[in-house]
């Protein structure tokens, strides 16, 4: 029983790269969200997904973009890595609103 | 823009004490959910409140629900060293299908 999946668990990218975080969810949930957590400031909602198809803006969404082509997967994609992207990126998704939100294992993302 | 403020953020007591952990927002709740996350994990769910004046209980941990559902706490009875954690609280924003968005969290340390 999988749940949520996330790929790569640690990545170290040059300042300006590009990469695609992947989130795999086998659950046949509605809901996706991407986070970001740096210490003391709890987890940032970056992006998220109703649905397939549909995308939104969460509290802190610059400096990155996501795809939800199909229903398992949300992508996370940082365009021009910068040092401030340097995070540990979470990703979740829930069946509906205000159900519970499982979470990925994590990764690990240093920009240098 | 919703904000989640929790107090304190960080929390050092002996085994067998008792604490109490805050979550206010400037806005009522639609419902409030409460996460557990341990170093390398992602957080996983605790509990999920919805109606204000609402109390429930998890073995040691008791949550409780603001009556006009602007706050909620969680007390721990007797803490032990496999309390230790972050403790955070997440609300899915009114209005907003599917916004799910964390307080800063609160880092607990129990100390045997």
């Known amino acids: 029983n999988a749940g949520v999946t996330q790929t790569p668990k640690f990545r170290v990218l040059k300042t300006g790269q590009s990469m695609t975080l992947l989130c795999a969810q086998d659950?046949?949930?509605?809901?996706m969200y991407w986070y970001r957590q740096d210490p003391g400031m709890g987890l940032r909602l970056i992006h998220y997904?109703?649905?397939?198809?549909?995308?939104a803006k969460g509290e802190v969404p610059d400096g990155y973009n996501v795809s939800r082509l199909k229903k398992q997967n949300f992508l996370l994609g940082l365009e021009s890595a910068a040092p401030s992207q340097t995070s540990v990126y979470f990703c979740a998704s829930s069946y509906f609103d205000r159900m519970e939100a499982f979470f990925g294992q994590g990764t690990r993302l240093t920009v240098v | 823009t919703q904000l989640l403020e929790q107090s304190p953020q960080f929390l050092s007591i002996q085994e067998g004490e008792n604490l109490t952990v805050y979550c206010n927002s400037s806005?009522?709740?639609?419902?409030l959910q409460w996460y557990r996350q341990e170093p390398g994990e992602g957080p996983v769910l605790l509990v999920t409140?919805?109606?204000?004046?609402e109390v429930k209980k998890l073995k040691r941990l008791t949550f409780q629900f603001g009556d006009a559902r602007k706050d909620s706490s969680l007390h721990i009875t007797a803490a032990q060293p496999g309390d230790t954690g972050l403790y955070l609280c997440?609300?899915?924003?009114?209005?907003?299908?599917?916004?799910?968005?964390f307080g800063q969290g609160t880092e607990l340390s129990v100390k045997p």
């Open positions: 997904s109703v649905g397939e198809g549909t995308t």
């Open positions: 997440a609300e899915n924003v009114y209005n907003q299908g599917g916004k799910l968005i």
């Open positions: 409140v919805v109606t204000g004046g």
């Open positions: 806005s009522v709740f639609s419902s």
């Open positions: 659950m046949n949930h509605e809901y």
